[in-house]
């Protein structure tokens, strides 16, 4: 046994909950090996194909997690040994959160605390049109341009005054 392996009273509780062969494809690789290689994988992070040889094959090591991942067997797995756990009394299900390690995300400082302003309702105008049609605050618009480049023009060609 390795490292991180299972160990003798650990295979003993999980060995009932596993599902067996349906010997349609053939004989299982020991399931024990698998389970270590798997978890070896997961603790390690190391590629399928460099899973070290005393694990069996990486490629049944690979399918097995693969398909127990996508039947739902490891959801079944960790219900089942909970369940067990929990009715033997050997869970605690208490839960203690420290608040000095719970950290807002920074764009969190400074929000807004009032809501914003709801939207005009759809075709209100500003206040300072209220009464014109488009083509009137055109002409506002316009008139007023005139003249500022007419006062432009008044001015920088009018000669400079004598002091």
């Known amino acids: 046994m390795g490292r991180g392996d299972l160990s003798d009273a650990e295979w003993e509780r999980l060995r009932p909950f596993l599902p067996v062969s349906n010997r349609r494809c053939g004989r299982w690789r020991d399931r024990r090996q698998v389970i ?80 914003p302003p709801a939207p005009a309702p759809k075709g209100a105008k500003g206040p300072e049109h209220q009464d014109e049609t488009p083509w009137q605050s055109l002409h506002a618009r316009l008139v007023e341009v005139v003249r500022e480049v007419v006062w432009a023009a008044r001015t920088t060609g009018s000669p400079p005054s004598s002091p």
């Open 36 to 115: 270590d290689g798997i978890l070896h994988r997961v603790r390690t992070g190391v590629q399928w194909r460099d899973l070290p040889e005393q694990f069996g094959l990486w490629k049944t090591v690979y399918e097995r997690h693969r398909l127990w991942s996508a039947d739902g067997t490891w959801e079944r797995l960790l219900q089942q040994a909970q369940a067990q756990a929990d009715a033997a009394g050997e869970i605690d299900w208490d839960v203690s959160v420290d608040s000095t390690i719970v950290r807002a995300h920074q764009h969190a400082a400074g929000a807004r605390t009032d809501p």
